[in-house]
Every structure is written in C-alpha cells, then in structure tokens.
C-alpha cells in the first residue's frame, strides 16, 4: 500500500532516482528538467528527493576532502 501512498515505488520515482545517481557533479537541476513532467516538479516526493540530491552535491562541493 505505500506506493499508492507517496509514490516512493513508481517506476518514474525510480528512473529519476537512478538518474540523479548517475548524474555528473553539477547536473541534478538539468537532470531533473530533462526526466520529469510539471506535475511531477510540483509533488512533494520528487521535490523532497531533488532537495536531498542537491544538499548532499553541496555538502561535497562545500567541504573539503582529507585523504
């Protein structure tokens, strides 16, 4: 019953977040245009997932790297 719920088990829900895995750094935004429709900009799913996915590029991009 939870796909029906959030959609979190959509076949769409995942290309997106298989794309947004691949994406190269910098590219969630054109990414993001390119795979979903309006509607799908506009749900609080797919909006939540691209602001996780664009917090964590900025976290990398903003902390340095110790190895």
Do not use: W
């Amino acid at each position: 019953m939870n796909g029906f719920r959030h959609g979190g088990r959509s076949p769409e829900y995942g290309s997106l977040f298989g794309a947004l895995l691949n994406a190269a750094p910098g590219a969630i935004l054109k990414v993001t245009d390119k795979c979903l429709t309006l509607g799908q900009k506009s749900h609080p799913a797919y909006m939540e997932m691209i602001e996780l996915f664009t917090a964590v590029e900025r976290q990398m991009v903003d902390t340095p790297h110790r190895f």
